[in-house]
């Protein structure tokens, strides 16, 4: 149920509740994503998966950023249907054992998770760790029940915190890229110098399938230099991302920090198209203002 | 890459190449499914999934609709990672095996594809037959060469042309429904009444994992009696599935003939808003004109 205002008045609609639909335009997909400037969602029907019958996490350190991604395009060429697989780069996994009290070795490392039918998870880890010892990984550090799957994600899962440990008191802004999964290796390493050259900390946390990574940027925001350069920083980030037919924002959205990126990603057309369509739903600009358009 | 008119110009723009992207409206599923009312696309990047290791496709025989879809329910809520279930009704089973010279038992029958590993599909087949069993299903009759697959859903691959030769000379209309797969026994069941109720012929054949089945209707167009008669069923499927939160077309679209229903289904607020949008990309109204809405 998708409600939005035209005038003084409250329009409701209905969305499908169908699996597909080809009814007229997709006007869920418009919304999903609009950052609440089209109308409010008041209702949705979301789709369950089951829990999966056995599930397996796995830790893998590479020698290279360039060979954990390899492993990563492989696995998913090969068809493995791996549940989860996140990319943490040096500075973050020294970050993490720090923040965490753990041992992983100070090096590009892949968290993988599967899941599926008793036989079919160990099917899967075994393909994937032929993968990535062709690829130069580690043996896998793999666990198979929940308290221990957990301990193993902690890196993971606490990445953030980590990330802020380095420099107490400093505040965290994560970038949030997208680019062709082939062109992860490149952007990753052309930002990890950037990042070096420019004296800033920014551990790399990426959803690696999907070509989406993070820069968890941590700083004084106190220190005028230093947020001019992380600006400067994140942009060239931004601008590199698009020059790879990339996106500026894989899942974080535009906001008010991204309309000038998003202008330079869809052009003066795009904007121009979705300013209109914001203009449809919410003529009197009372929808999140100001924002995305 | 899309392109629409504004004016006399055109006016490219890109849509993203990556496989996730939050950079403001969702243009892309905009255009997608617009019946080329809102511009044209010129380009697209496609997604590869590789060929499975193995294939197994089977054919299952039921006692009535309502176990043919318990059956599909069951084996999605199971997570069976099934690529294919297909349903064909008793009358599409006859037509089938007159029109190919086939011997299929004349019931209410899915048509199975199971893709993964060896051992993958292996497992896959065995739980799923355990659950067509326990409602009340036939043995599978189940093929893994290509050869012998093909020959197995040649029912399915042939059902248009086999509904048509049921009454040489006529032509074939296909409904295309969609509703909660937890109402697709009942509606199946109902229009089957309404079918024999109202002396029309139109064999059932439908993607039963997603509640989208099709009616093949086989009609004489020199008969305007008949073809009154096929058009008051097909509103009437429609009122249907829309009763039910379905929706009037799952795939096949708009077009001229269901503009109404279209109109029924998300009514004159959703209606308004995409006939703006098409203003927005269309000014002149020379894309598609008279199509969707």
């Not at 993988?112 to 880890?125: A, I, R, W």
């Not at 580690?138 to 301990?151: G, L, M, V």
């Not at 050259?197 to 990574?213: E, K, M, Q, Y």
């Not at 400067?232 to 899942?251: H, Q, S, V, W």
Request: with cysteine.
């Amino acid at each position: 149920m998708i409600h939005f205002r035209d005038e003084m008045r409250i329009n409701p609609f209905l969305i499908s509740f169908c699996r597909k639909t080809s009814a007229g335009y997709n006007l869920t997909s418009l919304f999903v994503g609009s950052e609440g400037t089209l109308g409010i969602i008041t209702k949705a029907t979301l789709r369950l998966y089951g829990v999966p019958e056995a599930t397996v996490a796995a830790v893998c350190a590479f020698p290279s950023v360039q060979a954990a991604v390899d492993s990563t395009v492989q696995i998913l060429q090969c068809g493995i249907p791996i549940a989860r697989i996140e990319f943490l780069d040096d500075v973050m996994i020294n970050a993490c054992n720090k923040y965490n009290d753990l041992g992983y070795p100070v090096l590009p490392t892949l968290f993988l998770e599967f899941h599926g039918s008793e036989n079919g998870v160990n099917e899967q880890v075994q393909q994937a760790a032929e993968i990535t010892q062709l690829n130069g990984g580690s043996d896998f550090t793999w666990a198979t029940d929940q308290e221990q799957r957990n301990k193993l994600w902690t890196a993971r899962h606490n990445a953030w915190y980590a990330a802020l440990a380095l420099r107490p008191g400093c505040r965290g802004y994560s970038t949030d890229v997208c680019v062709p999964i082939s062109k992860l290796p490149q952007i990753i390493v052309e930002t990890k110098e950037d990042l070096i050259t420019s004296r800033l900390t920014g551990p790399i946390a990426g959803h690696v399938g999907d070509g989406n990574f993070h820069c968890i940027m941590v700083l004084d925001l106190n220190d005028k230099e230093e947020v001019r350069k992380v600006k400067e920083f994140t942009d060239r980030l931004a601008r590199r991302a698009l020059a790879m037919n990339g996106t500026c924002t894989g899942e974080h959205g535009i906001g008010i920090g991204k309309r000038k990126l998003l202008q330079e990603e869809i052009g003066e057309v795009g904007i121009e198209a979705m300013k209109q369509i914001k203009t449809i739903f919410d003529p009197k600009n009372i929808m999140n203002p100001g924002k995305v358009v």
